[in-house]
């Protein structure tokens, strides 16, 4: 079976540039905090940085089109004064140490979208984790559709518990291609050249081989993190214009120490909190008690022993409600954040359990997808940073 990977130019920048204003966090963190994505325009300055070649997720409703065209300006202008330097095959090793003081290793490479679905029926050798939410991806892509470049923060997991394909580089790299700190308080990351495709290629191989032999199917990669940044990506694809059939994205093993599965908070706005917070209590029982903030109060809400099991309630409950009796969601990572944000707004909390990461996979297979965001890789400043870029047009 053909892998669904290509090795191709991905493009970095330039060794003048000022690497610490350079990367900013994924786009879809802080999207309740727009004070954050502030506070980055104000550090950055007029230093070339990824911040003018993204859309931060908290401004989707704000001058959206504006916002479109100035992304797309801003890319041809980093093109046109030659920001960007080249790096023939795609394969960067990541050595990410985290806030915490974790360090989790990763590879970004080129991934075929036509070998991947977030359909479980499907069996791709690429798969979402969790359902995809049909609606967020028309406004995703508005803004890539006519982008020169992409710049990723998917993160897809692969089961390798023999340590096989990302591991060993460590010992085949020398100097990095990038080091620096990460604003926002995300710590620190460096990047190095992996040369040798033929090495990678073939352990790749052998994981898929030994993938399909455990689960009676073939299965490669697992979305990690960004399903719905991929499924914009396969939207775009158009036959004509043959980059648009791949995406860069960073490979990392769930085996991995320095990797951390965190629950995804919700916080919730309903036009009345007392009904909401008994028909939740009614809907949601179990003998694992959590923290419901209640704006500056708290409170307790009892789910299932499972953390899986309390994700798909908690979120089946929201969904039903919310659609019958109306308000508004959103996805938090981080209890501290949560706990502030329900305080500022006064907004309703719900601590939500983290699930044991050895379990993805096979959840996967049997299941199809995990409930709608179970499990996040890290807290908000540990999700993936923008580095690497690659031409889509």
């Not at 939410?133 to 992409?150: F, G, W, Y």
Request: glycine share 6%; charged share 30%; hydrophobic share 35%.
């Amino acid at each position: 079976m053909k892998l669904p990977v290509k090795f191709d130019e991905i493009l970095l920048p330039k060794e003048n540039i000022d690497m610490s204003k350079w990367g900013v966090v994924a786009c879809d963190q802080f999207t309740s905090q727009p004070e954050y994505w502030e506070d980055l325009a104000k550090d950055i300055g007029q230093a070339p940085s990824t911040l003018n070649l993204i859309y931060p997720e908290c401004y989707l409703t704000d001058n959206t089109e504006k916002r479109i065209e100035k992304i797309i300006d801003n890319m041809n202008d980093y093109l046109g004064k030659e920001i960007f330097r080249p790096i023939d095959n795609g394969l960067i090793l990541i050595e990410r140490k985290t806030p915490l003081g974790n360090v989790r290793y990763g590879l970004t490479m080129i991934v075929d979208l036509t070998q991947y679905s977030f359909n479980p029926k499907d069996k791709a050798l690429i798969r979402a984790t969790e359902g995809t939410v049909i609606e967020r991806i028309p406004p995703r892509v508005a803004i890539r559709k006519n982008c020169p470049l992409e710049l990723p923060h998917i993160l897809l997991l692969i089961d390798d518990d023999e340590r096989s394909v990302i591991e060993p580089l460590k010992n085949m790299v020398s100097e990095p291609v990038y080091d620096t700190d990460l604003m926002g308080d995300g710590g620190h990351v460096r990047g190095y050249h992996v040369k040798d495709t033929a090495f990678v290629e073939n352990a790749l191989n052998k994981l898929l081989e030994k993938s399909t032999a455990k689960y009676g199917e073939p299965l490669l990669f697992a979305v990690g993190d960004g399903n719905h940044s991929l499924a914009t990506a396969q939207a775009c694809y158009n036959p004509e214009n043959p980059k648009s059939q791949y995406a860069l994205v960073e490979v990392e093993n769930i085996y991995d120490e320095g990797i951390l599965f965190e629950p995804i908070h919700r916080v919730v706005y309903p036009k009345d909190q007392a009904h909401f917070i008994a028909e939740l209590k009614k809907e949601v029982t179990g003998p694992n008690p959590t923290k419901l903030f209640v704006g500056k109060d708290q409170d307790v809400l009892n789910l299932p022993a499972a953390s899986i099991e309390g994700v798909d309630k908690v979120q089946k409950f929201l969904d039903k409600y919310l659609k019958e009796f109306g308000g508004e969601l959103d996805y938090i990572h981080g209890e501290e954040d949560l706990r502030k944000i329900c305080a500022e707004t006064n907004g309703i909390g719900i601590i939500l359990k983290s699930m044991d990461k050895g379990e993805l996979f096979d959840y996967v297979v049997k299941n199809g997808v995990l409930p709608r965001k179970t499990f996040s890789m890290g807290e908000a400043n540990e999700k993936r940073y923008y580095i690497e870029a690659r031409k889509i047009k």
